[in-house]
T-cell receptor, first 115, second 112 residues
Framework: DADVTQTPRNRITKTGKRIMLECSQT?????MYWYRQDPGLGLRLIYY???????NKGEISDGYSVSRQAQAKFSLSLESAIPNQTALYFC??????????????FGPGTRLTVL | AQSVTQLDSQVPVFEEAPVELRCNYSSSVSVYLFWYVQYPNQGLQLLLKYLSGSTLVKGINGFEAEFNKSQTSFHLRKPSVHISDTAEYFCAVTPNAGKSTFGDGTTLTVKP
């Protein structure tokens, strides 16, 4: 079984709809991240959480919110989706206590299309 | 703060040719250096990382990278590529126990 899972894997929605993307991990890592990937723009950090009580904005947090329900779960919400939020979204985990560094472990991605 | 520049957005090569993907970084503190690979329709996975010690680091699938502190570079190389190496490659830097900063990615396309 995959260590980092994301649901759904694909989603098509309409402008103005609320969308939630979910991420679960079985690695026991404290840190979790949400990124979006757009062609030619690489990975951009949306939000990150270093533990259950810690939530931080990344470089492109506007229009997004997150919830860290437990160590293993980190959800990303789009309160009112807009077309320029069409992208590939990745969840990742890390734990410097385990690996001495911030080696990141990625989920398979969620492809979101906003019409 | 740190930044990462991947100097080539696309690198086309023929099968069995050598390849180098270039990565430069800047940071005011010591950092660890990483290369990740993203195969089509998959998430990123670690290819190799430099923590300390020998500046030549070997990773999976025959890739290696050399850390050059004076030139603040961490270029990725493979002496002979395969079709299956077609993927997007990301360079990343991390300060000690900090969070990672990723480059914009380099698309490697291996042609028969």
């Amino acid at each position: 079984d995959a260590d980092v899972t994301q649901t759904p894997r694909n989603r098509i929605t309409k402008t103005g709809k609320r969308i939630m993307l979910e991420c679960s991990q079985t690695k026991g890592h404290d840190r979790m991240y949400w990124y979006r990937q757009d062609p030619g723009l690489g990975l951009r950090l949306i939000y990150y959480s270093f533990d259950v009580k810690d939530i931080n904005k990344g470089e492109i947090s506007d229009g997004y919110s997150v919830s860290r329900q437990a160590q293993a779960k980190f959800s990303l919400s789009l309160e009112s989706a807009i077309p320029n939020q069409t992208a590939l979204y990745f969840c990742a985990t890390s734990d410097p206590r385990q690996s001495y560094t911030d080696t990141q472990y990625f989920g398979p991605g969620t492809r979101l299309t906003v019409l | 703060a740190q930044s990462v520049t991947q100097l080539d957005s696309q690198v086309p090569v023929f099968e069995e040719a050598p390849v180098e993907l270039r990565c430069n970084y800047s940071s005011s503190v010591s950092v660890y250096l990483f290369w990740y690979v993203q195969y089509p329709n998959q998430g990123l996975q670690l290819l190799l990382k430099y923590l300390s010690g020998s500046t030549l680091v070997k990773g999976i699938n025959g890739f290696e990278a050399e850390f050059n502190k004076s030139q603040t570079s961490f270029h990725l190389r493979k002496p002979s590529v395969h079709i299956s190496d077609t993927a997007e490659y990301f360079c990343a830097v991390t300060p000690n126990a900090g969070k990672s900063t990723f480059g914009d990615g380099t698309t490697l396309t291996v042609k028969p």
